[in-house]
């Protein structure tokens, strides 16, 4: 479809925008900010599927990273370890939510800095051929003051 | 007269070895609470950007260690952003007596420096050291840590590194007073670092 009108009206109407025939519908994304110059980053979203079928997510891609990948977490042996999954189903008329510690999309190679408030192009790419064109703001890491600075003078 | 002596002597003296077992006994209780930790952790020394760091510079504080390394995808940003929180949770007073160590395990890919930067990254109060190969395998020993380095075969991903992801809360006399899961809140921690505070 025109791709690049959903682009631009993802840039102008900000978080989201969900063309009228997309069954899913991208909630609360969000790009993490990291220390300048980490090659690599994460981004959070919930996915919610308006349709009776199921929906799998198979893809991603942004232009500020070299790979998007979907990756997950299992604790086992007492290790945290995280493994690329290939997809992630989202049920039928239900949602799927990728959150620290659990699902998420892992931006590899980032070609720039992150800024926080500033916003990320990614787009989903699922089973049915159906894309999504998400832009998540850049927000500091959960719980943590907008100021990566804070407590600078405490020491 | 002379039985009741005895009465009262046998009584008194049954009462006595109650007493004393029981106390041994509590004694004993007490004692296996106290070791809990026993056997766990201990002092090392280790490199921040800045210089070799101690965890006996941190005497008569309490110490939040983690073990990680800074290209860890979620795991340790989401750690370090609760240690972060929980700093930030405490009053003033409080969070000058408390301290994050983020100790890296990618002893080939993070330099001192470039895991200080990280960890000040996410708090001043946290601080990021690193060593040799044999400096941390002698380390993780110590607080039976695991870690392992995995290939990342279909990813674009370099290798990634499996770890322990609990956080040891060490109290002002060094030792290992408890230990919180991944999963753990916020509020929840900064109850057990007060704990720790308080002990």
Known sequence: MHKEIIFLLALIFGTFTVPAWAQVEVHA?????????????????????????EQVLVGARSNVATAVELHNHIMAEGMMKMRRIEQAVV??????????GGLHLMLIGLNQNLEVGERVTIELEFADGQRLIVAAPVRMPEGMKHEADHGKHSD | MTRQWWVLTLLLLGAAVLGLGGGLWMQQRSNQVVD?????????????????????????????LFFGYTQCPDVCPTDLARMSAVLDGLTNEESAQVVGLFVSVDTERDTPRQVSDYAAFFHQRIVGITGSADEIAAVAKKYYVLYQQVEGDNTALGYTIDHSASTYLIGRDGKVKGLVQHSISVGEMIKAVRAVLAS
């Open chain 1, 91 to 100: 049920p039928g008329h239900g949602q799927v939510e990728l959150k620290p």
């Open chain 1, 29 to 53: 994304p969000m790009v993490r900010a990291i220390p300048p110059g980490q090659p690599n980053s994460v981004a959070f979203m919930i996915l919610k599927n308006h349709d009776s079928n």
């Open chain 2, 36 to 64: 809990l930790y026993a056997g766990l952790g201990g002092d090392f020394t280790l490199a921040a950007g800045t210089g070799p760091v101690s965890l006996a510079d941190y005497r008569d504080q309490v110490v939040m």
